[in-house]
Structures are given as C-alpha cells and as structure tokens.
C-alpha cells in the first residue's frame, strides 16, 4: 500500500495515507484482544473467528451494537481520546451478557472529519482496553474520513459486539419469580447516558473542565464525566460460572431505572428499590441540583449509581455477593426486590 496515493481524492480532503498511519499505530492494541479463536488480524475484508463450541448442545449468537452518544462532546472539550473507546465497548457487551452471552468478538466504527493518525490510534487503545477487560478480540473495524461533512475534529465512534451462549442458558427474564432479591452493581459515574441533559445543565460549553471541584470532593468536572462506562461481564460471568441462578439481569443505561429494570420482569411483575441502599455518587447530586430536576426525572434519565441489576433467588443472595467481591465488586448492594404488581417503585425520595 506504499504505493497508494490519489492526489485528487487529497484535494477534495481524504487523506489516504493517514489511514494507513492510522492502522499501523493502532495494530499494537488491537494485537493485546487477541483469543483463542482469532483467526485473521486487522487489514483484511473480514474478521475471521473460529468460536470454541465444545460443551454447548445448541449454541446462540448474541449481537449487539451501540455509540457513546454526546460523552463524545467531553472527551473533544477536554482533548483526551483514549477512555471513550472503553465506553462503546461496554455499552454493547454490557448488553449482551444480560442474557448470560460471553463476548466472543468486537468491531469498531470512527467517522472524523479530518484522519489524524494519532488521535484515531488514542481512540483504538481505549476500545482494545475494554476488549481485554472484557475478555474479547478486536477483530476489524473501519475509519472513515468525512471532509466537508464534519467539522475536522470531531468524531462518532459506534462499535458491534457478538457474544455466544447455550440456548438452554439464555437469561430472558421467564424465570424471575416475586421475592426475588434484586443485586445492584455500582456505576463508575454517568457511564454513557443522559450526556445531553449533562451538557445542558452544567452548562459544559463554558464550564472549567479541569478545575477541582468541591461539589465533586476535588475532583475536576472532566474528570469525573469522561470517567469510562464500567465493564460487568466478568462478574456477571462469574455468577454464572459459580452456579447463581440468575433469573434475570438489566442493564441501566438510557432511560434509567423505569425503562431498563421493566425489561427483564415477566408481565405481572414489577420492583422495588430503596434508594438508601444505593451509594451516592456526588455528580447526580450536582447534575439534578443545578438542573432542578425531579427525583422520577433523574431516575428516568441516569443509572444513578447502579449500573445493572441482577434478580436471584433469596436464597442465594448472600452468596451472590460473596463471589461478587471476588470479582472486584465489593459494593455490589441488595438494591431491592421483586414485587407483583408491574412498574418500578424507588422507596426513600
């Protein structure tokens, strides 16, 4: 490709060389995804990969797409490229192991304005990070330049993510009972939600970015919203490899608790959650008082603190939480329970 140069294709803004630039820095973190399984490395037409079936009668695939959304206006702001990769990969596996799907691979997406090698290679390390804390190859993706189309330096990054789980495994929700316990696993912050209504209220055009915060117990602004969409596989796979039976898992994401809680309850069913059981995250207290947003408003729009729910049996609770520590998540909470009825109730506002 040495020899490949349109000096026409340059002059109307699509740098061909820099996207040759762009995948030789980024070959390195792509090469830390590898798994066994990976069969072509980046540069080809398609990412090849050989899943390893062994053990499963009737094998799904589980896919899963999504974008980091206006998060992408901070990392801009702030000129620091290298988190928001972490965040659409976890939106999209995050996803797909609710229903119990182990990641198996992940494609990225990245629209520029203008192809600066570096800044796309910064980009790629943070989607290579969250591959490997989530335990899947990078195996393909695709830049593209848009001249004239978007300002040269912006962004969008999407990514697509495809898991695999035996049929007879699948965690769809059919098997959560009322009583069941309901886990909170904490959030790292906002994630990747809500970052309109963020913008709008903290005003982030003009905002001091980088300057420490008493509101956020000294941490700076940018610091604290750019902080990366935590990753849930391991200890969610964790669970299921321990025996936990889990009935049901949602992830919160956009809509918050009465939108994603909801989508894991069979009809007749619904929850209740005590806010008091939930850590409080200093950036939610900032973000609904500046804003003066409701209490239902903030809980329709943001995870606030918890980023997925898990419902187990009562039984098994306990145990749930022990091997939750393990993993890392030792602030894993017992957030609430099922209910008959429908809908979600947050006591304690």
């Known amino acids: 490709m040495e020899h490949s140069h349109s000096a026409a ?19 390195e973190h792509v ?16 990412g090849l990969f050989a899943p390893d079936l062994a053990g499963m009668r009737e094998p799904v695939l589980v896919s899963g797409t999504d974008g980091v959304g206006t998060k992408l206006r901070i990392a801009q702001l702030l000129d620091r490229h290298d988190t928001i990769g972490v965040d ?13 799907a182990k990641p198996l691979f992940f494609l990225d997406y990245i629209a520029i304005g203008k192809n600066e090698p570096e800044k796309v290679a910064s980009i790629v390390s943070g989607v290579a990070e969250g591959c490997v804390r989530s335990g899947c190859a990078l195996i393909g993706g695709e830049t593209a330049e848009h001249p004239g189309v978007m300002a040269p330096a912006d962004y969008d990054i999407a990514g697509f993510a495809v898991g695999i789980v035996d ?14 316990v309901l886990i909170g696993l904490t959030s790292s912050g906002v994630h990747s939600n809500g970052f309109s ?12 970015l980088g300057a420490p915060a008493a509101e956020l117990d000294g941490k700076s602004l940018g610091e604290v919203l750019l902080r990366p969409t935590k990753l849930y596989v391991k200890a969610v796979l964790a669970l299921i490899d321990g025996g936990i039976d889990l009935h049901g898992v949602s992830h919160i994401t956009g809509g918050g608790f009465y939108e994603n809680i909801p989508r894991m309850l069979p009809r007749g069913l619904g929850a209740r959650i005590a806010a ?29 603190g918890l980023g997925m729910v898990l419902a187990v049996p009562p039984d098994q609770a306990e145990r749930a939480l022990s ?9 894993a909470v017992r957030a609430g329970s099922v209910i008959s009825g429908g809908g979600v109730e947050v006591e304690g506002l």
Do not use: W
């Open 9 to 27: 294709y340059a002059a109307a803004g699509v740098d061909i060389e820099a996207g040759y630039r762009g995948v030789r820095l980024m070959k």
């Open 31 to 46: 090469a830390r995804t590898a798994i066994p399984g990976v069969v072509s490395g980046i540069g080809g037409f398609g």
């Open 88 to 100: 659409c990969v976890a939106m999209c596996v995050n996803d797909i192991v609710c229903c119990g």
């Open 167 to 180: 049929r007879a495994k699948i965690i769809d929700g059919s098997r959560v009972r009322e009583g069941d």
């Open 197 to 208: 209504l963020v913008r709008k209220v903290l005003d982030i055009e003009h905002a001091d």
């Open 276 to 304: 008091d059981a939930i850590p409080r995250q200093p950036v939610f207290g900032l973000i609904q008082k500046r804003g003066n947003i409701s209490d239902h408003d903030m809980y329709n729009t943001f995870n606030m």
């Open 323 to 331: 091997l939750l520590a393990s993993t890392g998540e030792a602030d």
